[in-house]
């Protein structure tokens, strides 16, 4: 079962404009990791977040976590083409782990 | 450098047959872990190894087992498939000792018919 949950499940945005991906959990996140898939590919890592509060950034990808470490967003500033893919969040819950347990992801597609 | 290398890329078994997924590590990384992909989910953990030695096992069943060789490579076996274990499985390593951040190999297609 997935004890991640993330919104939405799937987004269609014009190229060049914002958008945002939410993942959330009902427990506390020992460390929160953001991963890209291509449809049906391996996952590239994009962020890891452990602080809360923590913020960080990567060419126009921005993710954050949140000061009660239950929640994370991830932030796309002026989407292109090539940020098409499916986003995946996956968090340690056990403080230290490499057992992560991932959302379902949020499939983007970017239109030029 | 080499990324996480996975093989075969692809495979076709039959119910009930076995099957052997490969899986070598970024140069330097020790620790390995397996997860199971279905189609339009997560991935699923399955089992960590580091150094060798099993760290942790997803709620998977027997069937499914792992070992971890000397050069940090690991093998992934599932015995007696069912048209269930048919996913993308994906391998991925760090390089362990507190430092967590998997990098995932390509992973293996298994459709099991």
């Not at chain 1, 994370?72 to 995946?88: E, F, R, W």
């Not at chain 2, 495979?11 to 140069?27: A, D, E, M, W, Y």
Request: proline share 4%; aromatic share 10%.
């Amino acid at each position: 079962s997935q004890e991640l949950e993330q919104s939405p499940q799937s987004l269609i945005v014009q190229e060049g404009k914002n958008l945002t991906i939410n993942c959330t959990s009902s427990k506390t996140l020992y460390g929160l990791y953001w991963y890209k898939q291509k449809y049906g590919e391996g996952l590239i890592f994009l962020m890891m977040l452990q602080k809360g509060g923590e913020e960080k950034s990567h060419e126009k990808i921005t993710a954050k976590l949140d000061e009660k470490k239950q929640q994370s967003s991830l932030h796309i500033t002026a989407s292109q083409p090539s940020h098409a893919g499916i986003y995946l969040c996956g968090a340690d819950r056990e403080g230290g782990s490499e057992k992560l347990v991932f959302g379902k992801g949020t499939k983007l597609t970017v239109n030029p | 450098d080499a990324g996480v290398t996975q093989s075969p890329t692809h495979l076709i078994k039959t119910r009930g047959q076995h099957v052997t997924l490969r899986c070598s590590p970024i140069s330097g990384h020790k620790s390995v872990s397996w997860y199971q992909q279905v189609l339009g989910q997560g991935p699923q953990f399955i089992f960590q190894y580091y150094e060798k030695e099993e760290r942790g096992r997803g709620n998977f069943p027997d069937r499914f087992s792992a070992r971890q060789f000397p050069n940090y490579s690991s093998e992934l076996n599932v015995n007696a498939l069912l048209l269930g274990d048919s996913a993308l499985y994906l391998c991925a390593s760090s390089i362990g000792q507190g430092i967590n951040t998997q990098y995932f190999g390509p992973g293996t297609r298994l459709t099991v018919l």
